[in-house]
């Protein structure tokens, strides 16, 4: 490939023959209208969109709680069936994005965020019309199997148009959004229900996501790279493989063997997270187009999983996760049963966790961008993804401390004020650390980043799931103060993981690609 298109950015310099394969950064691999290199201005508008595309999964999850009782009255149902309601839209929110994040290597995210979005606003319509429990339990899983796109591959958008040492800030900007969903949700969800019944909830749900599907209709630009995917890369390799030697001969264009190979020495030896190679050249990727049934989402999957460091960051950021809606879940029962506060002011006493949740996915954000880059330039302009975790470090002692302060000032039902505090803190505080833990989650899953959020989805949806079936019983039975010193002492094992992640997760990465070497050799 001796020239390239006048719309196309060059990263890497010219090979040295013409016969030689071109070997590629993958982050920067040559592609046509660089996302990367796009005016900030374009770049604020994807973010806008699809930030307030991601407030539909918060949203979603607990904007319902105002009206349960509502519901349970005018459906003729039960509490349980409500709980199940509930609880099978986290758990549907956590598995199904492994499936968008599939579709999305191969279709692109724009076909993604427009397909979801339908499915949301149709389960949202539906769901307000509902006359059953039942209808509305099975409509609530379609909402949530629309619902859970957005968040996963919004993530995986922003790696599309950000270099590694920006995604921390943006990551935080990001996350923001569907942070400050759970407290809106909370808020509108009880006004709502309040002024025009528990139907008019599921209404402004579906205009939301009407109002987010023409956003991304005409003012979204697709950031997918065909080239800059390795999942879309693999699939293509094993198409390449399996075609007829007689399609496969095509003067210049033949590809030969030796380019369908990993450059495995330079993926294993690079540990600049800006520097990872590429599989396939882009001359190559041309020759095949791919279609959604080329793609099984469960070997991308087990790849991620079998990452040691993967494994163990992805239980820090489920327990966290878990944590969260586990106090929003507890606080919103105590203030409704030793406070005898309403859906409304039970919703802004939420905001203090959602507004806590904000700046600490913000400031958190920058901080980890400033690590990076501190560490990067003291390590001679070379990075590598457990750097950022470095960051973390600040709010680790003080986060298991908050937690028990929260749950003892519930359990002694001290003033709302000091609620709110302890509130704002524990809020600020985990998602200091949950934003360094989602970009690191992207920068060591270099050319599957999609996959890598989806399964980051799949464990947070999980724990979420039996944080919040298990959180009345315990709440019941040891009160918040004992609930919250269980959290506290989860909290301490999750930053032991994370540590252990900042220490190890640099040479059992290097042993995973050193196994999936050897492993591609005995091909």
Not at 308 to 333: D, E, H, K, P, V
């Amino acid at each position: 490939m001796k020239s390239q298109d006048t719309n196309t950015q060059t990263h890497v310099s010219s090979p040295k023959s013409s016969n030689e394969p071109i070997k590629l950064d993958i982050e920067h691999a040559v592609v046509e209208d660089d996302p990367r290199i796009w005016s900030d201005t374009k770049k604020n508008v994807v973010v806008f969109i699809i930030s307030g595309a991601s407030m539909i999964s918060g949203l979603c999850a607990n904007i319902q709680n105002p009206a349960n009782a509502q519901i349970e009255q005018q459906l003729h149902t039960s509490s349980g069936d409500i709980s199940l309601s509930l609880s099978l839209s986290i758990l549907i929110q956590g598995s199904f994005p492994m499936i968008w994040s599939a579709i999305s290597e191969i279709k692109g995210r724009k076909t993604v965020y427009l397909f979801s979005l339908v499915l949301f606003i149709l389960g949202s319509v539906i769901v307000a019309v509902s006359r059953t429990i039942g209808f509305v339990i099975s409509m609530r899983i379609l909402q949530s199997i629309g619902a859970s796109a957005v968040l996963t591959i919004g993530a995986t958008t922003l790696a599309d148009i950000y270099e590694p040492h920006q995604r921390g800030k943006m990551m935080g900007i990001y996350y923001s959004a569907p942070l400050v969903g759970p407290s809106l949700g909370s808020i509108i969800g009880g006004a709502l229900t309040q002024g025009l019944g528990w139907r008019a909830i599921f209404w402004f749900l579906a205009i939301w996501g009407g109002v987010m599907f023409l956003a991304f209709l005409f003012l979204f630009k697709d950031t997918f790279r065909k080239e800059r995917s390795m999942t879309y890369q693999d699939v293509l390799k094993r198409r390449l493989r399996e075609q007829p030697s007689s399609e496969a001969k095509d003067g210049s264009r033949n590809i030969s063997e030796k380019e369908l190979q990993v450059n495995d020495e330079d993926q294993t030896s690079s540990n600049d997270i800006e520097a990872q190679p590429t599989v396939i050249p882009a001359s190559a990727i041309r020759e095949v187009q791919l279609s959604i049934v080329d793609v099984n989402p469960f070997p991308p999957y087990l790849s991620v999983i079998s990452r040691r460091n993967n494994i163990a960051i992805l239980i820090a950021s489920g327990l966290i996760f878990a944590f969260s809606f586990s106090i929003m879940y507890t606080c919103a029962r105590t203030l409704s049963m030793y406070y005898n506060y309403d859906a409304l002011k039970t919703g802004l006493v939420l905001l203090a966790y959602g507004i806590g949740s904000i700046s600490g996915s913000m400031l958190g954000g920058r901080w980890s961008d400033r690590t990076l880059a501190r560490l990067k330039a003291a390590n001679g302009g070379i990075s590598f993804p457990e750097m950022r975790l470095e960051s973390t470090k600040v709010a680790m002692v003080w986060l298991p401390l908050s937690v028990i302060g929260y749950g003892w000032v519930c359990q002694e039902r001290v003033n709302v004020a000091a609620m709110c505090v302890m509130l704002f803190l524990a809020g600020f505080l985990s998602i200091w650390i949950y934003a360094s833990t989602l970009a690191y989650i992207v920068d060591a899953n270099t050319g599957r980043s999609s996959t890598a959020v989806a399964t980051n989805a799949s464990f947070r949806g999980l724990f979420a799931f039996v944080a919040t079936e298990i959180a009345v019983p315990l709440q019941d039975s040891i009160g918040d103060g004992g609930l919250y010193t269980l959290w506290a002492g989860l909290m301490v094992i999750t930053n032991c993981i994370i540590l252990l992640v900042l220490y190890k997760g640099r040479n059992w990465r290097e042993a995973s690609a050193e196994r999936e070497k050897r492993k591609l050799d005995g091909k």
